[in-house]
C-alpha cells in the first residue's frame, strides 16, 4: 500500500506535532514544516517517516521551495495541514499595525500561500486541506483583536476553498481548538485565567494536543469524505454555552 504524504505546518511543537505522531502512526509520511530550525530537528530526529522542512509560511518563494522539496522527496501530496500561527496579546489602542500584520502574514496569508501552492498535487490525488483556526474566530475576547480575526478570517477562507476546489475531488475543512492544554498556555494562564475557562466549558476542562489531532486526522481520512466547507468546533461545548454555567451546575446538584 502506498503511503499517503501530509505536510503539517508549525510542526515543531504542540498541536502540529501531535498531529505528525499521530499521521505517522496511521502509516502516513510528514513533511514537518516550521521556521524554528532548532526545534524542528530536535523533534523530528527520532520520527521516522518524516521530512523537516525550515520553512516561514507567511514568505511566497519560501512556500513554493518547499512544496517543492516534498513533491522531490515523496512524489505526491495527499492532505495540508495549516496549523501554523502566532498571537500578540494586547489591549486594541497598543496594538500596532507591525503586530498586526505580523500576525496577519503568518495566519492568514500562511493558509492562503500553502494552500495555493498544493493546489495542482491535492488535485491529482483528490486530497484534502484542514486549516487549524481558534474558538477566538467565534467568540470575541479582550486582547485578540488581531489573532481573533485573523483566525474568523481562516474560517471564511476554508469555505471559499472548498467551493473552489469541489470540482476536483479536493476537500477542506477547519478546525476551531477551544482552550487547549499546552506548555505555553501553562504559562501564560493563571489559575484564575484557566478556572474562568473551565466556568464556560460544559465539559469541564481543556482540550488535549491529541484531542486536536484526531479531529484533523480525521478529516483527512476516506472516513470523512463527504464532508467539506465545514467548521469543527473542537472546545468541550464551549461555542455552544452561554452565560451562567457555574450557577446551573450549582441548582442542578438540588436536583440530583
Known amino acids: ?3 499517503k504524504i501530509a505536510i503539517v505546518t508549525g510542526a515543531a511543537r ?21 521556521r524554528d530550525e532548532a526545534a524542528l530537528q530536535l523533534t523530528s530526529e527520532h520520527l521516522a517517516g518524516t521530512l523537516p522542512i525550515v520553512c516561514d509560511v507567511s514568505i511566497p518563494e519560501r512556500v513554493q521551495d518547499m512544496v517543492s522539496k516534498v513533491l522531490v522527496t515523496f512524489g505526491r501530496i495527499d492532505a495540508l495541514i495549516n496549523n501554523a500561527g ?7 489602542e497598543k496594538t500596532d499595525f507591525d503586530s498586526w500584520r505580523t500576525i496577519m502574514a503568518t495566519n492568514l496569508d500562511g493558509v492562503f500561500l ?3 501552492a498544493v493546489i495542482p498535487a491535492l488535485k491529482e490525488s483528490q486530497g484534502s486541506i484542514v486549516n487549524i483556526a481558534s474558538i477566538s474566530a467565534l467568540r470575541a475576547s479582550t486582547l485578540r483583536v488581531a489573532y481573533g480575526t485573523s483566525k474568523a478570517a481562516v474560517v471564511h477562507l476554508t469555505k ?16 476551531s481548538p477551544g482552550p487547549v ?3 505555553l498556555a501553562e504559562a501564560v494562564h493563571s489559575p484564575e485565567i484557566i478556572k474562568a475557562y473551565y466556568d464556560g466549558i460544559p465539559l469541564n476542562r481543556s482540550a488535549t494536543e491529541q484531542d486536536i489531532a484526531e479531529m484533523v486526522v480525521f478529516l483527512c481520512s476516506t472516513k470523512a469524505s463527504f ?14 454555552s452561554g452565560v451562567g454555567l457555574p450557577a446551573l451546575r450549582a441548582s442542578r446538584l438540588r436536583f440530583t
Request: proline share 1%; charged share 20%; hydrophobic share 50%.
Open 1 to 3: 500500500m502506498l503511503n
Open 14 to 34: 504542540g498541536i502540529g506535532l501531535a498531529t505528525t505522531k499521530l499521521f505517522l502512526e496511521n502509516n502516513w509520511r510528514v513533511a514537518m514544516i516550521d
Open 86 to 92: 502566532v498571537a500578540v496579546f494586547e489591549p486594541l
Open 114 to 116: 500553502c494552500s495555493q
Open 160 to 175: 471559499q476553498l472548498a467551493i473552489e476546489l469541489g470540482d476536483y475531488g479536493v476537500r477542506v475543512n477547519c478546525v
Open 181 to 183: 492544554k499546552t506548555k
Open 227 to 240: 464532508i467539506t466547507g465545514q467548521m469543527i468546533a473542537v472546545d468541550g461545548g464551549f461555542d455552544a
